[in-house]
């Protein structure tokens, strides 16, 4: 049976054992503990030898390429080939010359599969199809101001409000579309296509009954993430314009199929969630001296439990769309798992910790606190 809608994303999770033994069903090597200073966090629940692989995550929940490199990345498993354009590509006749693309037919073939109704695909393109015909709106919006969560809350009950106005004859809905000025387009065009991600996997696993396991697991997970949409958007006030116009792409453009899991309340929990729990997607894996290229991010709920550690005991590879988990080193039982958020580790204890904030993190590893006491920051 598929995951229930109200199930994963309306019902209040007020049972934290309940979630818990959720969590734990992620690795048999931890298990999920909410700590004083550091949220939840990932400790072993027996000794675990160097290069253990401890979490394989098949694939993302949801990934998005940016547009630069939207024919230079493959849909399906993210290989780039310097620079060179994918060779296979999926279209849609009745929209336009308008295409998502692979590396390879065994990648195309996956997508297929998993996109059977071609659904997913038709709302690719309908991005794709939106962004190329787009009409540069380049004035400057007026600035809100934020100063409480209540702020936030009353600004997204005013777009309830302009729902409820919305005409029903698709024609006329059109004229309702937001604009976009220029400098949001790239970061609109990526949060459109993990959101269309996010919503599919949702509504295969309601309405199609889709029997898979892992990816059931990792919607369950997903539920469960912490959202950063408040802290975000009080430090950035212009996001919440952004988020906004998104809202009211999806609730006008995105097919009749999703719009039953479309409202406020949805896509502000997802959009909060990928604000703090994405994985970039680079050229070349961390570690690498060599120069990374940026081509986008995906959601792997079940890795998102890792804490940072400026120091970390495990490090992350990712082979294709799959995400792997190996320990660096020999861990005790009961020790945390700690991974690099992507950081360079080489800098000083003042810049890596100015970098972290940004993401609302103050690490408080073992290293940085070694550190704050050699520095004197700490008596």
């Not at 994963?8 to 818990?20: A, M, S, T, V």
């Not at 939207?70 to 290989?79: G, L, P």
């Not at 579309?177 to 959101?195: A, G, H, I, Q």
Request: with cysteine; proline share 2%; hydrophobic share 35%.
């Amino acid at each position: 049976m598929g995951i229930k809608h109200d199930d994963i994303f309306e019902q209040q999770q007020n049972d934290n054992e309940l979630e818990l033994t959720k969590m734990n069903e992620i690795s048999p090597y931890f298990k999920v503990v909410e700590t004083e200073s550091r949220g939840r966090g990932c400790f072993a629940t027996k000794r675990i030898s160097k290069d253990t692989l401890v979490l394989k995550c098949l694939r993302p929940l949801s990934s998005t390429v940016v547009k630069p490199f939207k024919k230079e990345v493959c849909q399906w498993c993210f290989h780039y080939d310097r620079g060179n354009n994918m060779k296979f590509k999926l279209s849609n006749s009745t929209k336009g010359n308008f295409s998502i693309f692979f590396c390879s037919q065994v990648c195309l073939d996956e997508f297929k599969k998993d996109d059977y109704q071609s659904i997913y695909l038709n709302n690719l393109i309908v991005i794709e199809k939106f962004f190329a015909n787009l009409k540069q709106d380049n004035n400057q919006e007026t600035e809100i101001k934020l100063t409480s969560k209540e702020d936030i809350d009353n600004a997204w009950k005013d777009v309830e409000i302009w729902e409820s106005n919305l005409p029903l004859k698709e024609s006329k809905r059109l004229n309702h579309l937001p604009e976009f000025d220029s400098d949001d387009n790239n970061d609109v065009y990526v949060e459109l296509k993990y959101l269309s991600g996010i919503l599919f996997q949702l509504y295969k696993s309601q309405i199609l009954e889709t029997d898979i396991t892992f990816m059931n697991l990792e919607l369950e997970n997903f539920q469960l993430l912490q959202s950063n949409e408040y802290s975000k958007c009080l430090k950035y006030p212009y996001l919440l314009q952004k988020f906004i116009k998104i809202y009211k792409f999806v609730k006008i453009l995105f097919p009749a199929e999703f719009q039953f899991l479309v409202n406020t309340k949805f896509i502000r929990s997802a959009i909060g969630k990928e604000l703090g729990n994405a994985f970039g997607i680079w050229s070349k894996e961390e570690g690498s001296n060599e120069f990374q290229e940026y081509f986008g991010y995906s959601v792997y709920p079940s890795a998102s439990f890792f804490n940072h550690s400026c120091s970390p005991n495990l490090k992350r590879e990712r082979i294709g769309n799959t995400l792997i988990f190996k320990t660096i080193t020999d861990i005790e039982k009961n020790q945390e798992l700690c991974i690099n958020y992507g950081y360079n580790l080489n800098g000083d204890l003042l810049k890596r910790q100015s970098s972290l904030k940004e993401w609302f993190f103050d690490c408080n590893c073992n290293r940085c606190e070694r550190e704050k006491f050699g520095n004197g920051i700490i008596e």
